[in-house]
C-alpha cells in the first residue's frame, strides 16, 4: 500500500520503503514455511 500511495505522490523515498515492507513479509513468510516443513519432516 505505501509503495503505492508512494507512486501516486511520486515519493521514491514512501515508494522505497513500501517495497521493503513487501519483502520483509515475504522473507517472513518463506522462513515460516520452512520451519514448518521442518517441524513436520521431524515429527515421528
Known amino acids: ?3 503505492t500511495l508512494g507512486k ?3 515519493d521514491k523515498s514512501m515508494q522505497r520503503a513500501g517495497r521493503g515492507e513487501q519483502l520483509r513479509g515475504k522473507a517472513q513468510a ?3 514455511r520452512a520451519a514448518g516443513q521442518i517441524r513436520h519432516r521431524t515429527k515421528h
Do not use: K, P
Open 30 to 32: 518463506m522462513t515460516e
Open 1 to 3: 500500500m505505501r509503495e
Open 8 to 10: 501516486a505522490l511520486g
